[in-house]
């Protein structure tokens, strides 16, 4: 894993983001790693998420109930 300060990071965020699409970058202030800058795909890996809207769509997997609702119209 590579690793920036957070100053050179502020300097050229392009370059640490086009890092970042190989490898995980590790951020550092006053020599202490605070952040890691990784893609989106990487996020995605770890997390188990999908970017794309079907993925994000699907309620398969997601707990849910269905409510009833019944709405009348109140007469003046």
Sequence with gaps: MQTVTSQAFNQN?????????????????????????????????ITGQSKRIVGMLDMTNRPFRIVS????LAQP
């Design 69 to 72: 609702c019944h709405l009348t």
């Design 13 to 45: 965020p392009t370059a640490a983001k086009r890092a970042a699409n190989k490898e995980p970058i590790r951020i550092t202030e006053r020599g202490k790693a605070t952040h890691v800058l990784l893609s989106v795909d990487e996020y995605e890996a």
